[in-house]
């Protein structure tokens, strides 16, 4: 009886094992399935094109000639002339200053302020401003651009007729200025909503302690409000960052000029590929400002760590 017991279970042990395998590869293929949509969208719409502006960064691929017939591999020239350009260099610096006035500072700190502002606003008010900010983020990139155009026209424009100054050319007078304006007013609202989230996660406790230690508002905001969300500062200045230095929304405004004066990178790389008809080189210059992305997240993500160490 006790060799039946002992022999009954070890012969039943191995179909269990086979049982929970086969089960365990069916929940895995069923799986796959689920995901392969994602990963074939994926590999389409970010893998595949990445891999093929390496390749183009890499040949004379032009849009007309017999290079567009048959581009040749010419390395790392492309690199090499994009990097000794001065243009590139232009619209590299043009672009910084746009991004630091327009994300880093503009947005950052006007998000921050309508934050600050109506978190103790409620019904009517609140649903008012913030109406207001979201509208200007929502609305189609082309419509704001039509709406600042007609707003700045030297003929008839908005701005003009409000101030009596016909004929004053505003986007050709202070044309880099009225573009990080447009940003700021465009981009405000992303960062008033997380920092909003930000603000009514701040203990109100501490914020009452303040008050019953005789802290006025900047004090509170200062001892008590900035250590709480310095993590949300950071990710809404990073995503900010990268967001408007990729942006190409200026173009619509003023199509890089007048000149070159408001080139951000973005436009340079259009105006290099689809009317220059240079789309090797603009692929090179994709890739490398790519990398200057790569180099900017990562400062970020060091700064946070560097945060959370301390």
């Known amino acids: 009886m006790t060799q039946l017991s002992t022999t009954a279970p ?11 395998e086969d089960v365990a590869g069916l929940g895995k293929a069923r799986a796959s399935l689920f995901v392969a949509p994602s990963l074939i969208l994926i590999g389409m719409f970010l893998i595949f094109p990445a ?23 010419v390395g790392f020239d492309n690199y090499t002339h994009a990097l000794g350009d001065s243009s590139f260099w232009h619209s590299l610096r043009i672009t910084v200053i746009f991004v630091f006035l ?18 103790n606003l409620k019904g009517l008010w609140k649903a008012i401003v913030e109406g207001l900010a979201l509208a200007a983020w929502v609305i189609p990139s082309s419509v704001v651009a039509f709406l600042w155009i007609a707003l700045l026209d030297r003929r008839g424009g908005t701005l003009n007729t409000l101030l009596h100054t016909d004929g004053k050319a505003w986007l050709i007078d202070n044309p880099l200025m009225w573009i990080v304006i447009f940003n700021i007013w465009v981009g405000t609202a992303f960062s008033m909503q997380l920092f909003s989230s930000a603000l009514s996660a701040v203990p109100p406790s501490q ?6 230690a005789g802290a006025n508002g900047w004090q509170q905001l200062r001892d008590v409000v900035l250590p709480n969300i310095k993590g949300h500062i950071l990710t809404n200045t990073l995503l900010i960052t990268l967001w408007t230095f990729n942006t190409f929304t200026p173009y619509l405004l003023t199509a890089g000029g007048p000149g070159s004066s408001t080139e951000i990178l973005s436009v340079y790389i259009y105006k290099t590929a689809i009317p220059g008809g240079q789309l090797g080189l603009g692929a090179a210059i ?13 400062f970020y993500l060091r700064v946070a760590k560097g945060k959370k160490g301390s």
Do not use: C
């Open 10 to 20: 070890g012969k039943r042990q191995p179909r269990r094992g086979r049982r929970a």
């Open 51 to 73: 891999i093929w502006t390496v390749y183009l960064g890499m040949t004379d691929y032009r849009l007309t000639g017999t290079q567009a017939v048959s581009p040749q591999f």
């Open 102 to 119: 327009s994300g880093v500072v503009g947005q950052s700190l006007l998000g921050f302020a309508l934050a600050w502002s109506i978190r």
């Open 207 to 212: 914020l009452e302690s303040a008050k019953m």
């Open 286 to 298: 994709s890739l490398i400002m790519l990398l200057i992305n790569l180099v900017v997240a990562l």
